[in-house]
């Protein structure tokens, strides 16, 4: 903060286990990544090298070290694991990202169907050695999956070893845990967290108003993810009711609830 101001909710310090950010780099180039750490190194706890882009980006083992350099911690995209794991070549994955430093993976099946005993015995096996991070739900709009379906495989994958459990909404933000509009799907975001622990979940939120409804219902240290390299700042503000989706919602109601009137002779 560069100055002082009252009821600014308190936010977590890196490193966290709840308020965290997941950025993803889509292709970022050296002088990029070096912009963005200057900017939100400080504010970014997990990068992720989306989807299959870390097996074609130019300088990524050096890109990869800035990053850690930082105290940022990078994995690949899930998708990228589902791409070795198909060609039952999960050793020739893990030896990629140790020669990149990587400590951290994502075992997902967004794009493949993998049984889910096979799934957590693969994160059981890769959490002795890795930070793991699985991520549940369809990155096909067409998949439904049920409410008590989510709930058994999150809390099945954190038994087995998993960090956090990533809830699938793809970088588009129109499926999974949102609807195809991109709102939020209320009922089974609810019914999620019925059964598991909210600071154990990482919600993917591409958009402004998905990582708005996210800090209005569940307060300023919701994990979210998929926030774009240059969207961390701005969404630090919505997490600190400094912009105008989240203005009222940290404010006292004494002083906020003329101000709505006034702004809204209806509400």
Known sequence: MNAKLSYIPKRTEKPRESGLNMVMDKGLSLRQTEDFIELNADRTDLLKLGFGTSLITPKLKEKVKLYLDAGIEVYCG????EAFYIRKSVDDYLRFIDDLGIGCLEVSDGSMV???AEKC????????NYKVLS???????????SPNKWTEMMSNELEAGSWKVIAEARESGNVGIYRPNGTAHTALIRKILAKVNLEDILWETPKKTQQAWFIQQFGANINLGNIGPWDVIPLETLRLGLRGDTFFDFLPESMSTGLRQEIDPES
């Open 114 to 116: 993998i049984k889910g």
């Open 78 to 81: 899930g998708t990228l694991f």
């Open 121 to 128: 015995e693969m994160i059981r096996k890769l959490s002795a």
């Open 135 to 145: 991520e549940v739900g369809s990155k096909e709009a067409g998949i439904l999956i």
